[in-house]
């Protein structure tokens, strides 16, 4: 399995932008992925998850009402718009994967992307 991040980057405060995430040798049908985040000195977060067959997304109260999960089951990608961007959004954010139904904040992902940064000033 490989899940590849991109986008993110600098971005001035109160703005937005959009990670993407490609997977491949993943059934991406009926599984769990997600979005964490990781601050320099802090540990590794849950931010958002998505189950790929429903749609059924979980945020964290972080970010409720600020990001956007969303999944394209034709690409094989999913996606986080963040918008309305704050200083302590900072940080690299990972794209996860599970399998099975279970889809929360609290699962435990079994595939990893290498991350990419968000630096937000």
């Known amino acids: 399995v490989q899940l590849v991040e991109s986008g993110g980057g600098p971005v001035q405060a109160g703005g937005s932008t959009t990670l993407s995430c490609k997977a491949s040798g993943y059934s991406y049908a009926n599984n769990c992925m997600g979005w964490f985040r990781q601050a320099p000195g802090q540990e590794r977060e849950a931010v958002a998850t998505?189950?790929?067959?429903?749609?059924?997304?979980r945020y964290a109260d972080s970010v409720k009402g600020r990001f956007t999960i969303s999944r394209d089951m034709k690409k094989k990608t999913m996606s986080l718009q963040m918008d309305s961007l704050k200083p302590d959004d900072t940080g690299t954010y990972y794209c996860?994967?599970?399998?099975?139904?279970?889809?929360?904040?609290?699962?435990?992902?079994?595939?990893w992307g290498q991350g990419t940064q968000v630096t937000v000033s």
């Open positions: 996860a994967a599970k399998g099975g139904w279970a889809c929360s904040l609290e699962s435990t992902f079994n595939y």
């Open positions: 998505i189950y790929t067959g429903g749609g059924d997304t």
